[in-house]
DNA sequence: ATCGATGGTTGACTTTTGTCAAACTACTAA
DNA sequence: TTAGTAGTTTGACAAAAGTCAACCATCGAT
């Protein structure tokens, strides 16, 4: 079923790292049997225990994973242009194990899982750079459990701040990509308690007004956060 | 080097999914440069930062997984016979994430990373194996966020009785295979609130005597924990 | 400009969790 | 057997985090 895959889509999802190497004639042969479509905000795009039919790329927007059990919910990751999500579930063709849903108006390549398997057989460069992003994928969610596990709520969004200042290239201020209710959530807390937070980092040099953050002392922001390669870098 | 490697550990290794259905001569040229090396029980493995030079085989004893930063350290997992760990680090060649030490005196295989991935881009079904493996993990450490994010600590003990219970084929009796305060530490608590949190599974049903559990009330464990498939089944 | 809705913040309070010190237990080694 | 050690449990307390209700700010639609 095609529906709206525009040729101007491909160049895009062919830099991703996990389409960059493979056969031409292979990745055409997957977008065959995909299609695009436009979500309106706020839309569940995957619900948790759904089986795995396929493999979703967001092309524009962003796509929250989230996850509820017993009346409770928790944000797990957000997903933003240009990337895949739920690859593990195509892998192994197993329940999703977290839902999802648009953040804001968002374009969405769906693939389908049983075509990314067949691929992965038969093109090496493929299977290649599906291994390495799932080992990034599960070091990701490591780092993400020594946050959690290691590190108080404070430290924890100081060091949210931290990445979030490198990703704009250090600059001394910065506007926070997530809503406070989702960064609460994202962090293990609730949005009282970020709220608090925040206020308990003025103390170290944050200054917050809305979505926008300034870091007016960076040394003592870092000296409290004691960010660690091994939690907080994203590349390695 | 060979060190100790001997044919009878061939067919336990042979047996691990991860290398159950790859070519006999590219399993042969694996453990060629692998060695087994036996060690007391308390031995650093690895140090989390080190590069990842060799992929690990537990094949007997056992081996916790744990982490440290400013001091603090938690216990991310126990690898018991016979399965491999730091499989992503060994696949992305980056540094390990967590550290490993021996938890008894313990035999590991050790194969050097480079082989693991020069025999995985000749070796399809090897491939495959691997990509099987990655996505288990993954899916397994995200069970184990949704584990700390969205239950409480009491919640989380009664989820890991149930699972272990399960474990002992449903039996009303079961030991622990943990160390309570390791245990603690994986379920992300203090051992002081470990042992509270067993007495507040009392109500619930479960007495303890030393690592001997007993569920005397296992419908109302299991009303209690709520446990999910998506969050408590190992296999899928 | 006003209303309403949503998200964010604040304060008071409760619950949960962690900390520290002491007591207790099981196990090991002399 | 006994002493010593490491692990566990308990109680008193402190700190952290969650809850609830009220209030404030922002934004969009009428």
Not at 100 to 121: G, N
Not at 172 to 177: A, G
Request: proline content about 4%.
């Amino acid at each position: 079923m095609y529906l709206g895959m525009t040729e101007s889509d491909f160049p895009e999802i062919r830099r991703l790292h996990l389409f960059a190497e493979m056969g031409e004639d292979h990745f055409r042969a997957l977008l065959r049997g995909s299609y695009v479509q436009n979500f309106p905000p706020q839309i569940e795009l995957i619900e948790e225990g759904d089986p795995s039919d396929f493999l979703h790329v967001v092309l524009s927007g962003s796509v929250e994973l989230f996850s509820t059990w017993n009346g409770r919910e928790t944000s797990l990751a957000t997903v933003r242009p240009v990337s895949t999500f739920i690859l593990a579930a195509t892998i192994r063709n197993a329940p999703y194990l977290m839902s999802a849903r648009t953040l804001e108006k968002s374009r969405v390549a769906l693939v389908p899982s049983q075509d990314v398997r067949a691929v992965f057989d038969i093109d090496a460069k493929f299977a290649r750079a599906i291994v390495s992003e799932l080992a990034q994928c599960y070091r990701t969610v490591i780092k993400n459990t020594k946050d959690l596990k290691l590190r108080t709520s404070l430290e924890r969004l100081a060091n949210y701040l931290l990445r979030q200042q490198r990703r704009a290239n250090g600059a001394m201020e910065f506007d926070l990509t997530l809503e406070k209710r989702r960064l609460a959530s994202f962090l293990g807390m609730t949005p009282e308690n970020l709220s608090r937070a925040f206020k308990g980092l003025q103390a170290y040099g944050v200054r917050v007004a809305g979505n926008r953050i300034s870091i007016t002392d960076q040394m003592d922001l870092e000296k409290f956060a004691k960010s660690s390669p091994l939690i907080d870098d994203y590349q390695t």
